[in-house]
């Protein structure tokens, strides 16, 4: 299969834990054709006791030829 470019697109990944578990599952929505990441925006709410982290991913997804 032969590179031939990148689609962009931006995701959302949510966690109860961390950042870095919300960039991971954001990221992991785009599988093994991911080329590249961007962080584009981080927030966190509070519901109830619990606290929910948000990050907004820019990605670039590999294009199969």
């Known amino acids: 299969m032969e590179h031939t470019g990148c689609v962009v697109t931006e995701v959302t990944g949510t966690s109860d834990e961390s950042v870095e578990e919300a960039i991971?599952?954001?990221?992991?929505?785009?599988?093994?054709?991911?080329?590249?990441?961007?962080?584009?925006?981080?927030?966190?709410?509070?519901?109830?006791?619990?606290?929910?982290?948000q990050v907004d991913l820019?990605?670039?997804?590999r294009m199969a030829a």
């Not at 820019?58 to 997804?61: I, L």
């Open 24 to 53: 991971r599952n954001g990221v992991g929505r785009a599988g093994q054709s991911l080329e590249w990441f961007e962080v584009t925006g981080v927030r966190s709410t509070v519901l109830a006791s619990t606290e929910r982290f």
């Open 58 to 61: 820019r990605v670039g997804v």
